[in-house]
């Protein structure tokens, strides 16, 4: 009897151990589509289309891994060279990293558009893409487009308009563009008005800084060296300067002092963000501390063009040229409903007028010029205004030419060094040497002399 | 021998322990020795790059070791290291002792033990990860809940930002350290106490030795192998020290003033440009570290008196030795 018993338990542990290696798909579709993204927004597209369209054939594995703190690119990169079963079949990068997986290290796991069945010339031009998005999504080494985004980021300044009537005595979105801007001399002048009311013009310097980022001339990385751009070598400067007079409240962002300041319950109330259309939507309507107009800090927004034109993030969408033909096929037709189909059964038609979950839901700017033109941007979280008169002249500043495959890791780095100088931790030239170290010692890029 | 001659019919035991090692071993050697091994080579190597699946050995083959010695980053994280863990675990190790002493003492018996044990312990259940975001929410600038106690009490006019000023991070995250491990190091520190035999303390009580006595005489030599276990898990853990460092502000931040190394390895080998030999150099020195300081370790804590007690018998042997060829001569 023991031996029974010892023989069935040794087997129990072997099994246990080899149980894992088994795979547990039998279910009846074609095959099973792996999908990586860093947030649910793909995933539930995806979701959509298997609704709208129950004949795909397909079963859809979403894994879904958040940016911050550095971890979804690690994963999907190890995912990507493991290869087998598991291996993604179409993934999301976000603009931060997204030059890696269209031209850098990991472009050649990026499948053509083309060989999904995508008619990428004549497509585009119909939906009337804008250049940035294509140029992003185009692969040097063959000139193919690999990668296309369904937002445009172009960025506007998101103001209070009652802090704008108390100091300026209006909150006409031409007027205040006129006082905040162009420029950062401007910008400032604007920036010692508000604080003479008590008001701050920023939350933190990470508000200007991807204004800073992109109105640079080149990117961080130049011919394999590491340069820093006098436009960000600047926001050294930009930064001190809010927070010596105390323009801002020194937040971080994505922290709760920064959210707090979107409701206005920060150390002293905030006049504006930089940001995109999505920012308004998905972080500044939620953290609001309302629901409609007159609840917190709900419906007393609006937009105008931005001091220093920018843009600020956006997802591109990648088929894995190692899935079976089969496959990229149907992820093919899962990538043009996303970046490329205009109609009003259309992802990029529902996202922008806010109906891919029923009526009034979140609005946004895609990155089809054809949509837009069709759509409407009226918010009540902005006291009615029509969001895309400013979003979508913005979307000109956006350009792929000053991004770098490695700009996460670097802008973090360089982001830190700033705040040691502003907080008088270092000294400029102490910041920008502490930076060139960090560079070379964590990515192995040496410092252009 | 009663059964000699004629085995009696029984079981032999011996192949199911080879049986249900089996599982274990197999593991092993799989996750374990070979990535180990695998480590220890490609240091060797210019194995980098995510997409990269061959690689070949350096003509130099210490250019890696060299370079990561020579790495600023990698000095100043061996640096914050060593200063994160010692801030750490003195506290630890002396709150714990103290806890220790409390409740097993013979002469106050503290109510509830298993409560406080519980709650001391709880702190270690909890994942890093949620560790991590609930103390950046609580060291939180310029709004949160240290800074407004702070500010209401007067201590300071305005916020103090925990996460940029250099000390005050580092001392944040040695004392998440602190506070995830004491507990931990006092349950092992007590099951110790609770193993010495009992007579020992009648028998000093008998002879009328304060407590305090009975503590420092008694207790704590009785100690000594738990309390170089403590020693010795500690030290490895706190120079492995990753999740904390890694999670409480972005990769070591701020300007990688809580930077471990650990968390330079990690971005070494996986953040940015992937250089793996650089990473697995850099292991391989932070092995070599934990080795020559645990055999540090056990030397310092070592038993003087058996050692010199083998010592002398030895010298014994050897005398006796010697007087015995001499005599045969």
Not at chain 1, 4 to 14: A, D, E, P, Q
Not at chain 1, 184 to 197: I, M, R, S, V
Not at chain 2, 234 to 253: A, C, E, H, R, V
């Amino acid at each position: 009897m023991k031996k029974v018993i010892s023989v069935v338990l040794c087997l129990t542990m072997l099994m246990g151990l080899f149980i894992g290696f088994g795979s547990a798909s039998a279910e009846a579709s074609k095959g099973v589509i792996n999908l990586y993204s860093f947030t649910d927004e793909v995933p539930k597209m995806v979701t959509k289309y298997l609704e709208l369209h129950p004949d795909f054939g397909y079963t859809v594995n979403p894994t879904i891994i958040a940016t911050t703190d550095g971890l979804y690119q690690p994963a999907l990169d190890q995912a990507l060279a493991a290869g087998g079963a598991d291996a993604p079949d179409m993934y999301c990068a976000e603009s931060a990293f997204v030059l890696k997986y269209t031209q850098g290290d990991m472009a050649s796991y990026a499948a053509p558009y083309a060989d999904l069945g995508i008619d990428v010339a004549g497509e585009t031009k119909a939906a009337d893409i804008a250049q940035y998005t294509m140029d992003i999504g185009t692969r040097p080494a063959d000139s193919a487009l690999v990668a296309l985004g369904y937002q445009a980021t172009g960025g506007a300044m998101i103001y209070r308009r009652s802090i704008a009537k108390d100091v300026w005595g209006t909150d006409d979105p031409t007027e205040i563009a006129a006082k905040v801007g162009p420029g950062w001399d401007n910008f400032f002048k604007a920036a010692a008005d508000l604080k003479a009311k008590g008001y701050g013009i920023v939350s933190g310097d990470g508000d200007i800084w991807h204004a800073v980022e992109n109105s640079s001339e080149k990117g961080w990385i130049v011919d394999g060296k590491l340069y820093i751009d006098p436009n960000r070598e600047a926001f050294l400067d930009l930064s001190k300067q809010l927070k010596d007079n105390g323009y801002s409240n020194d937040t971080k962002d994505w922290t709760d002092a920064w959210y707090a300041d979107m409701q206005g319950i920060g150390t002293q109330p905030i006049f504006s963000f930089f940001g995109p259309a999505w920012l308004i939507n998905y972080v500044m309507a939620g953290n609001s501390g309302g629901t409609k107009v007159g609840e917190g800090t709900y419906g007393d927004w609006a937009v105008c063009s931005s001091p220093i034109g920018f843009f600020w993030g956006g997802t591109w969408v990648l088929a894995n040229t190692n899935a079976d033909a089969d496959k990229k096929a149907a992820v093919g037709k899962l990538i043009d409903w996303i970046t490329l189909q205009t109609d009003e059964n259309s992802l990029q038609y529902m996202w922008a007028n806010g109906t891919l979950n029923g009526e009034g839901g979140t609005k946004d700017t895609v990155a089809s010029g054809t949509v837009m033109a069709k759509s409407d941007g009226k918010l009540d979280f902005l006291g009615g205004q029509n969001m895309f008169d400013v979003f979508v002249p913005a979307n000109q500043f956006a350009n792929g030419k000053n991004l770098t495959q490695y700009d996460e890791t670097i802008n973090n780095l360089w982001r830190d060094q700033v705040r040691q100088y502003t907080a008088g931790n270092c000294t400029r030239d102490e910041a920008i040497a502490n930076f060139k170290q960090a560079v070379t010692d964590t990515l192995g890029i040496e410092a252009a002399e | 021998m009663l059964h000699s001659g004629k085995q009696p019919k029984g079981i032999s035991y011996a192949k199911y322990g080879y049986l249900f090692s089996i599982p274990f071993i197999v593991a092993f050697l799989i996750f374990s020795l070979y990535p180990t091994i695998f480590t220890a080579v490609i240091g060797f190597t210019d194995f980098k790059g995510v997409a990269t699946t061959t690689f070949h050995f350096l003509k130099d083959p210490f250019a890696n070791f060299v370079g990561i010695l020579n790495n600023a980053t990698f000095q100043n994280s061996l640096k914050n290291t060593l200063i994160i863990w010692i801030i750490n675990f003195i506290p630890q190790i002396g709150l714990a002792l103290l806890l220790t002493a409390w409740f097993t003492s013979r002469s106050r018996k503290i109510r509830g033990q298993g409560a406080f044990k519980v709650m001391f312990y709880l702190p270690n259940i909890i994942t890093a990860a949620t560790v991590a975001i609930l103390f950046s929410a609580i060291f939180g600038y310029p709004v949160g809940p240290v800074n407004d106690i702070l500010i209401s009490l007067h201590l300071t006019d305005k916020p103090f930002d925990f996460s940029t000023d250099p000390w005050a991070a580092k001392l944040v995250v040695a004392f998440i350290q602190f506070w995830m491990w004491y507990g931990y190091t006092t349950i092992i520190l007590i099951s110790g106490v609770l193993g010495i035999n009992p007579e020992l303390f009648e028998s000093a009580e008998i002879d009328g030795a304060t407590s305090r006595q009975t503590f420092f005489k008694i207790t704590l030599p009785c100690m000594r192998t738990i309390l170089l276990f403590t020693l010795i898990t500690s030290l490895i853990g706190g120079l492995n020290m990753f999740d904390i460092p890694k999670l409480y502000i972005w990769n070591g931040g701020p300007a990688n003033e809580t930077m471990t190394t650990s968390v330079f390895i990690y971005t070494q080998a996986f953040s940015g440009t992937y250089m793996y030999n650089r990473a697995a150099a850099a292991s391989m020195i932070m092995f070599l570290i934990i080795a020559v300081l645990s055999v540090f370790v056990f030397y310092m804590m070592r038993d003087k008196y058996e050692s010199r007690q083998k010592k002398a018998l030895r010298q014994q042997k050897r005398a006796l030795r010697k007087a015995e060829k001499e005599a045969t001569i």
